[in-house]
């Protein structure tokens, strides 16, 4: 099992819908997860922090369910400006400095 | 408020030849600072990172080496490029290990 796995999509939503989007973590002992949202041919920008009890902010929310080792990211009223890859980081517990980045899931958000 | 800085935005070198980009962080101190490579279409690839001036841990192992000479500073540097070496550059710093990464704007690199 890989460290961090996504569904590469793409997923072709159109404007306004709701979509989820999953990403599993093998080290169950993780302890920060972030959302990154990366354009393409840009840098990867912080969408979001996911904390046990959940975030939201705005249309977006994440959340983390710890004993089935997964983080997901929920779009609500979908804009074609969502579209975008989305990338989930998962960090390792013991202080390490290394996070591992997902490859990312594909949203195009259509008219 | 902290701001990256990378540099140059767009490279293209040939063959064997030698490669310097730079990255600096304002606005903080004693960053952890990142180097990661993402070719097209792929994931992220962490290349080297640093906790501190002179402390530098590969994760790659590869032509490529890294260098913090300064606090905020660090420099992916390539004696001789590879065709391999091709992608997307991009630098980042945190505040620490468990806290978000933010990303300079990244460095194209083609290599003809």
């Known amino acids: 099992r890989k460290e961090v796995e996504q569904d590469p999509g793409p997923f072709n939503v159109p404007e306004g819908a709701t979509v989820a989007f999953n990403c599993t973590y093998s080290?169950?002992?993780?302890?920060?997860f972030f959302w990154y949202r990366q354009d393409c041919r840009k840098e990867p920008k912080l969408l979001m922090s996911?904390?046990?009890s959940g975030n939201e902010d705005g249309r977006f929310t994440a959340q983390l369910n710890r004993a089935s080792q997964y983080i997901s990211l929920l779009i609500r009223d979908s804009k074609l400006s969502d579209s975008a890859t989305y990338l989930c980081?998962?960090?390792?517990?013991?202080?390490?400095?290394?996070?591992?980045f997902g490859r990312g899931t594909s949203l195009i958000v259509h008219p | 408020s902290q701001t990256i800085h990378q540099w140059p935005a767009t490279l293209v070198q040939p063959v064997g030849s030698p490669l310097s980009l730079e990255c600096t962080v304002e606005?903080?101190?004693?960053?952890?600072l990142y180097w990661y490579r993402q070719a097209a279409g792929r994931g992220l690839q962490l290349l080297f990172y640093?906790?501190?001036?002179?402390?530098i841990s590969s994760e790659v192992p590869q032509n490529l080496s890294a260098s913090r000479p300064q606090d905020r500073q660090f420099i992916l540097s390539s004696k001789k490029l590879l065709l391999s070496d091709s992608g997307f550059y991009l630098c980042?710093?945190?505040?620490?290990?468990?806290?978000?990464?933010?990303f300079g704007d990244g460095t194209r690199l083609s290599i003809l």
């Open positions: 980081v998962v960090t390792p517990p013991g202080g390490s400095y290394i996070p591992t």
């Open positions: 606005g903080t101190s004693n960053p952890n």
């Open positions: 996911v904390y046990s």
């Open positions: 080290n169950s002992a993780s302890q920060s």
């Open positions: 980042a710093w945190s505040v620490a290990g468990d806290q978000p990464q933010h």
């Open positions: 640093s906790v501190g001036i002179g402390q």
